[in-house]
């Protein structure tokens, strides 16, 4: 691996928990359960490694319409494991950030999600965007939303990419560089639908609670190994 060449941002796209504890004859939860324990070695190999943001997709808008059982199941292992991780979060200088209409979500869990984001706030080293109720669309529409509330007297002209860039969730942060999707689905899913426009992407078979340190490293090399052209010649 090129260290000199290591993505600024990278995305993933968590897919694969349920297929995943389905070939272990265990219930969908035990997926979403070893899915974090992924999610923690990532964190630690893009810090170690000098990646800057790492941003994941947890909770699509769409995921609301999945069982009750479920939805319920993953609220919990975002309260929980804010609650276990946050002391480590703090200490190894993660800034955490939770990225979406979380005003959806339990009072109880917002003050938890929102509680963490101030512990973590001066977090230095890496920053973890964890994009729950989150969609791409849904954060176009709030980016426009919010350009009418902060300058209702707009004239035609006035919107430019830079202005939509600074209202979105991931305002001040470049654009992904990497872009993965695990369990080798070839979609987007609602994610990143703006920040994604030059991204390299990377689909793996391998699901995502097995996808650890060593699988990054080859998602890295593999990003590499590409030309990256934002459409001009060589
Ligand atoms: C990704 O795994 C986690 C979430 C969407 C919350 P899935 O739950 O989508 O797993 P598969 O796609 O059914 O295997
Ligand atoms: C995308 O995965 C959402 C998350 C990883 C949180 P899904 O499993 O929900 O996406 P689809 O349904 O396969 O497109
Ligand atoms: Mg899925």
């Known amino acids: ?38 999610l923690k070695a990532v ?3 893009c810090a170690e490694l000098g990646v800057k943001y790492l941003t994941v997709y947890a909770f699509s808008t769409e995921n609301w319409g999945r069982p009750r059982e479920e939805v319920d199941f993953l609220m919990n292992l975002f309260a929980q494991s804010i609650d276990r991780e946050i002391d480590e979060l703090v200490k190894s200088g993660v800034r955490l950030q939770f990225l979406g209409r979380i005003h959806k979500f339990s009072d109880q869990l917002q003050t938890k999600m929102r ?19 989150y969609g791409g669309r849904a954060e176009l529409v709030d980016a426009a939303n919010d350009i009418i509330i902060n300058s ?5 002209g006035n919107i430019t990419e830079t202005l939509i860039s600074e209202h979105l969730y991931t305002k001040g942060m470049p654009d992904p ?6 369990a080798n689905e ?22 995502w609670p ?16 590409r030309e990256r052209r934002f459409g001009k010649l060589q």
């Open 1 to 38: 691996m090129d260290k000199q060449n290591i993505p600024q941002h990278i995305a993933i796209i968590m897919d694969g928990n349920g297929r995943w504890a389905k070939r272990r004859l265990l219930p969908r939860a035990a997926g979403h359960k070893a899915g974090v324990a992924s």
């Open 43 to 45: 964190l630690k190999a």
């Open 115 to 133: 509680e963490a984001m101030e512990k973590t706030k001066d977090g230095e080293r890496i920053t973890l965007n964890v994009m729950v109720n």
């Open 152 to 156: 209702p007297h707009l004239n035609v």
């Open 177 to 182: 560089d990497l872009l993965i999707r695990t």
């Open 186 to 207: 070839m979609r987007v899913s609602n994610f990143l639908l703006w920040q994604i426009a030059y991204a390299e992407i990377y689909v793996t078979e391998t699901l």
């Open 210 to 225: 097995d996808f650890r340190k060593k699988e990054l490293a080859a998602a890295i090399e593999g990003y590499q190994k």
